[in-house]
């Protein structure tokens, strides 16, 4: 099969849909001749022209509230953020406005769109370009979230939100532009709500996120050569959650640990693991475990900065030390 | 080039009988239904807090009787006035005040969140200024579909001194969006006077963006009609956005339950508007002097609309709540599985 880059995949999602489609549009800061500074969105402006490809000043929540009254009233809006920092800036027009249409009008209004945006620290960037910010989506009812892991998923998952009649978060790990694995180049679509197990194993099982997975299979590699089994999980989707998935692996294997680069605190990990933790209790041989990122500013020093970030290294130690009992009584 | 103009009354007949009856007799169905409301609150039938729309009934009718079902419109938390004035039920919407399975949003919405898809209303909303985004973007539709709709974004003084309002006006001017920010100015931003929250000219803002700018006697139904008229032809000619600051009042404080407001506004000022400045007295007396219609007429219509609004309050106090499963329903939109195939 043929492989091509995150960034890549997106672009080839978002023009598919974007033919298949004349009711859909993308609007944000320089995406039509820059591409946006990641170069994601080269070319479309060629092919869709400055209708449908929009430059827009920097005023975020402007064009996400904007975005919400183009999807109300029929359009198909494709947000650009340009890094997930930015999130916060929007939080009145996503989480207040876009969020809540539906619920508030008795299933009258609806509001099809999506805000691509991304995440992921170690790439030098500071405090305030380095954010993984999901977890404050995911705490809103009335949005989706997809984080996909792979150019594979970031195509299928893409098109999926595009299609949905839903608002949809949809972050990519800014780290990933580059990275290239197999898509087929026959349409696909990744539906919302489905685990992907990208490995199986029966000693423990690793749950992970966006950049997350990679770490995770790492982290399975390092233990596999010192007899741990690992199960890696990609639930691909946080809103919906495919928790049966997660259950399955978890009823089988008895230990987990949940990694994610956002934040520990109060963040997805939490989540997953209260979830693991009430509804297969009694399969558990330890705790469930949170692998976050440091609750601390993203700092700029390389030295520092890859502190805050679990490692494979980080995960397999931990792993190590729950399947040998070692952390039943951990405080 | 931008220019700034103060519309008056136009003495002589434009309209027909059935025009002008229907501008009065919207506006007196506002101050019926706002009346009822502040009824059911102070009766303590109504769940939660609504703030009134009384006073600047000839905002909401002047603009939304240039309105056809297909333009949109967004409104506020002072939003009935503007329901009402784009062709809402009351029955439907004491039901969404009561919180009952047949209101607009079956219940789920409320007095602040009240909409009515079906003639335009992309509804009201509960965070000053959080539509001017929605508006704006309906208008970007409208423009990237090719319909010829126009979206008119009502908001208050107060609304202005949002951010948002200056980067989606900034966005509609640049792109040429058929959209008019519909600025009703009553004197009060919530508990403060708006010349304590309001530096230098409210129109001159929009002018900066090049916005062709308006201000308007918002007391006088014809003056906001006459306006707009213009404004939404110019807007379907391509020729949006605009913006206009009409001049109002607010009869009622900022909420039902703001009744002592003498700390901020003067019962001698709140008389002299409701005395003076009525604009449905206002209006009502100048159907009679060009004999459009007669004090018998208007009585009449007065009278129809009172029993209309008390069988409406009736059914609703006696319509069934929400089923509770409802609670988790409507969260998400469905979204038709077929669609999400390869292929399709």
């Not at chain 1, 996909?148 to 990519?172: C, F, Q």
């Not at chain 2, 609504?50 to 949109?72: F, K, P, R, W």
């Not at chain 2, 704006?136 to 001194?161: E, N, P, Q, W, Y």
Request: contains cysteine; hydrophobic residues 40%.
């Amino acid at each position: 099969m043929r492989e091509i880059t995150l960034s890549q995949a997106v672009n080839e999602a978002l023009a598919e849909e974007m033919r298949r489609d004349p009711t859909t549009f993308i609007l944000g800061e320089d995406v039509a001749e820059a591409g946006t500074p990641f170069k994601v969105l080269s070319g479309l402006v060629e092919e869709f022209g400055t209708a449908r490809v929009i430059d827009t000043p920097i005023s975020e929540p402007g064009f996400v509230g904007i975005a919400v009254g183009a999807a109300m009233t029929g359009a198909r809006p494709i947000v650009d953020l340009m890094f997930g920092d930015f999130l916060y800036l929007v939080m009145d027009q996503l989480c207040n406005q876009a969020a809540k249409q539906q619920y508030m009008s008795g299933g009258k209004l609806s509001v099809p769109m999506v805000v691509r945006t991304n995440l992921g620290a170690t790439r030098r960037s500071g405090a305030q370009h380095s954010q993984s910010l999901h977890a404050l989506v995911a705490h809103i009812p009335g949005l989706k979230v997809a984080l996909p892991s792979s150019a594979y998923e970031a195509k299928g998952l893409m098109k999926t939100a595009i299609r949905d009649n839903n608002p949809v978060v949809i972050i990519e790990d800014k780290l990933m532009y580059q990275d290239k694995a197999p898509v087929p180049e026959d349409e696909y679509l990744i539906p919302f709500g489905v685990a992907n197990i990208k490995r199986e194993g029966s000693d423990i099982t690793l749950i992970g996120t966006s950049s997350m997975v990679q770490v995770a299979e790492a982290a399975a590699r390092i233990l596999e050569a010192e007899g741990i089994s690992a199960e890696v999980i990609d639930p691909r989707t946080i809103v919906p959650l495919d928790e049966e998935t997660l259950l399955k692996s978890v009823r089988k294997t008895s230990r987990a640990i949940v990694i994610d680069e956002g934040h520990q605190n109060y963040g997805i990990t939490g989540e997953i693991a209260s979830r693991l933790n009430e509804k297969a209790f009694y399969y558990l041989d330890a705790p469930v475990l949170r692998m976050g990122a440091m609750d601390v500013p993203i700092p700029f020093s390389p030295v520092l900065e890859d502190l805050t970030v679990p490692t494979p290294e980080g995960v397999a130690e931990n792993a190590r030390r729950l399947c040998a009992g070692e952390m039943i009584h951990a405080a | 080039m931008t220019s700034k103009t103060n519309a008056k009354t136009n003495t002589t007949k434009a309209l027909s009988t059935a025009e002008y009856l229907r501008m009065y007799t919207q506006m007196v169905r506002i101050r019926t239904f706002e009346d009822n409301a502040n009824q059911l609150y102070l009766s303590a039938k109504m769940p939660g807090l609504t703030h009134m729309y009384s006073g600047q009934e000839a905002v909401a009718v002047g603009i939304c009787e240039a309105l056809n079902d297909n333009d949109h419109i967004t409104s506020t938390h002072r939003g009935h006035g503007h329901c009402v004035a784009k062709g809402a039920n009351f029955t439907e919407m004491f039901c969404e005040l009561l919180g009952k399975e047949e209101g607009y949003c079956r219940g789920k919405g409320g007095s602040m969140h009240i909409a009515d898809q079906s003639h335009g209303n992309l509804g009201a909303n509960a965070i000053v200024g959080g539509s001017m985004g929605i508006a704006t973007g309906s208008a970007l539709r409208a423009k990237l579909l090719g319909h010829d709709d126009v979206t008119v974004c009502f908001f208050g003084d107060g609304g202005t001194a949002q951010g948002l309002l200056y980067e989606v006006m900034n966005m509609a001017a640049l792109w040429n969006l058929p959209v008019i920010y519909a600025c009703e100015n009553n004197g009060y931003s919530e508990y403060t006077k708006t010349e304590e929250i309001a530096a230098g000219s409210i129109t001159a803002r929009a002018e900066a963006f090049g916005i062709e700018a308006f201000t308007v006697d918002g007391q006088d139904v014809i003056a906001v009609n006459e306006l707009s008229k213009k404004l939404v032809a110019r807007c379907r000619n391509n020729e949006g956005p605009f913006f206009v600051e009409l001049m109002t009042y607010r009869y009622h404080g900022h909420h039902v339950g703001d009744i002592n407001r003498e700390y901020y506004r003067s019962k001698q000022e709140e008389a002299d508007w409701k005395e003076n400045r009525d604009p449905i007295i206002h209006f009502r007396s100048w159907l009679i002097e060009q004999g459009i219609a007669t004090e018998d007429e208007i009585e009449t219509l007065n009278q129809e609309i009172k029993q209309d609004a008390k069988t409406a309050v009736a059914y609703a106090e006696a319509a069934a709540y929400p089923d509770l499963s409802e609670v988790d329903m409507h969260v998400y939109a469905e979204t038709d599985p077929a669609t999400l195939r390869a292929g399709n």
